[in-house]
């Protein structure tokens, strides 16, 4: 694997990453941001996505040879479902106490309330009863 898809699949992470907290930001999905507050989770999102450009377009020529379309497509799917599963388990993590009494929610609008394993386990639970 070259330098170039290395770099590529780093600066698809890190901008993926920014991009999944200013979401989460956007749509009050609490217990997926990194910070309990939403303004520090869109300028944490908004500076990950910029420092990731700069560095990405700023540090080499990447025009020249470039990536293939296949790498560029491999890259950008692998370091996508690598930003969002360190996304789900960090924010897991970090907010893991401090769920009470909580509306019985169901798919993404669990996130409002609970952590990503919290729901699972939650519906693993409902699953085997």
Same mark, same amino acid.
């Given at each position: 694997?070259?330098?170039?898809?290395?770099?590529?699949?780093?600066?698809?992470?890190?901008?993926?990453? *920014?991009?999944? =907290?200013?979401?989460?930001?956007? @749509?009050?999905?609490?217990?997926? +941001?990194? #910070?309990?507050?939403? %303004?520090? !989770?869109?300028?944490?999102?908004?500076?990950?996505?910029?420092?990731?450009?700069?560095?990405?377009?700023?540090?080499?020529?990447?025009?020249?040879?470039?990536?293939? *379309?296949?790498? =560029?497509?491999?890259?950008?799917? @692998?370091?996508?479902?690598?930003? +969002?599963? #360190?996304?789900?388990? %960090?924010? !897991?993590?970090?907010?893991?106490?401090?769920?009470?009494?909580?509306?019985?929610?169901?798919?993404?609008?669990?996130?409002?309330?609970?952590?990503?394993?919290?729901?699972?386990?939650?519906?693993?639970?409902?699953?085997?009863?």
């Amino acid at each position: 694997m070259s330098r170039l898809v290395v770099d590529y699949i780093l600066f698809v992470f890190v901008s993926a990453c *920014g991009v999944l =907290q200013i979401v989460a930001a956007r @749509a009050r999905l609490g217990r997926l +941001l990194f #910070f309990k507050s939403w %303004l520090p !989770s869109y300028a944490l999102g908004a500076m990950a996505v910029a420092v990731a450009f700069g560095w990405f377009f700023n540090s080499d020529n990447r025009a020249i040879p470039g990536l293939g *379309g296949t790498e =560029q497509f491999y890259g950008f799917v @692998a370091a996508f479902f690598l930003a +969002l599963v #360190f996304t789900l388990l %960090l924010s !897991s993590l970090l907010r893991i106490r401090g769920v009470t009494a909580c509306q019985q929610r169901n798919g993404l609008d669990a996130l409002r309330d609970r952590t990503y394993l919290q729901a699972i386990g939650r519906l693993w639970r409902e699953r085997g009863e």
